[in-house]
C-alpha cells in the first residue's frame, strides 16, 4: 500500500476503476480489470467475481489460485451474500457455516454483490490469509466499487 492509509489507498483506487471503466461497457472486461486493479493495490490472497448464470454463480474473471467454478444460491460466503443482497464480512472463515473451502490458505473474506435494480448481476470476493482483514472501511470503498460496475453494465442499455 505503499505508505498510504487504507482509505487513501481504496480513494486512489476507485479514481483508477473510474478512469479504466470510463466509455467501456463490456461487463466481463470491466470485471477483469477491476480485478486486476483490486489484486495488485490491495494485495489479498484472492480477488474475484463470481457471476449469476441461471441458478447458480460461475467463476469469473479472478487473480489467485484456482477456485471453485460454481456455487449454489445460499451456499457458502458468496452464496449467502447473493441469497441476502448484501455484503458479508467473515472474520474466520473456518467459524463460517458452510464455508466452502476453495483454498486451504483463506482464513478471512469479504463478499460485495453487484446489484441492478434489485437482481444480483455477480459478488465480489477477496479472501485474505490473515485473521479479522475486512473491517467497514474495506465494506463502504468496495460496495462504491460495487456501484461503479452495477453502472458500467447499465451502461450498455442507454441508447444514446
Given at each position: ?15 483508477n ?28 490472497h ?7 448464470i ?12 484456482v ?29 463460517f457455516?458452510?464455508?466452502i ?26 479472501d ?5 482483514t ?5 465494506q ?21
Amino acid at each position: 500500500m505503499s505508505g498510504q492509509t487504507k482509505e487513501e489507498n481504496y480513494i486512489q483506487l476507485i479514481s483508477n476503476i473510474r478512469g479504466l471503466l470510463h466509455g467501456e461497457s463490456d461487463f466481463i472486461a470491466n470485471l477483469a480489470n477491476t480485478c486486476s486493479l483490486i489484486y495488485y493495490s490491495l494485495g489479498h490472497h484472492w480477488v474475484g467475481f463470481y457471476r449469476v448464470i441461471k441458478d447458480e454463480l460461475v467463476l469469473g474473471p479472478f487473480h489467485g489460485p484456482v477456485a471453485c467454478t460454481r456455487i449454489e444460491f445460499g451456499k457458502g460466503v458468496c452464496g449467502k451474500a447473493w441469497e441476502q443482497k448484501g455484503t458479508i464480512i467473515v472474520n474466520d472463515v473456518h467459524q463460517f457455516p458452510g464455508h466452502i473451502a476453495c483454498s486451504e490458505l483463506s482464513n478471512s473474506e469479504i463478499v460485495i454483490p453487484i446489484i441492478v435494480k434489485e437482481k444480483v448481476l455477480a459478488v465480489l470476493d477477496l479472501d485474505s490469509v490473515e485473521f479479522y482483514t475486512f473491517d467497514e472501511i474495506d465494506q463502504l470503498y468496495l460496495e462504491d466499487i460495487c456501484r461503479i460496475l452495477a453502472e458500467s453494465y447499465e451502461r450498455k442499455f442507454v441508447i444514446s
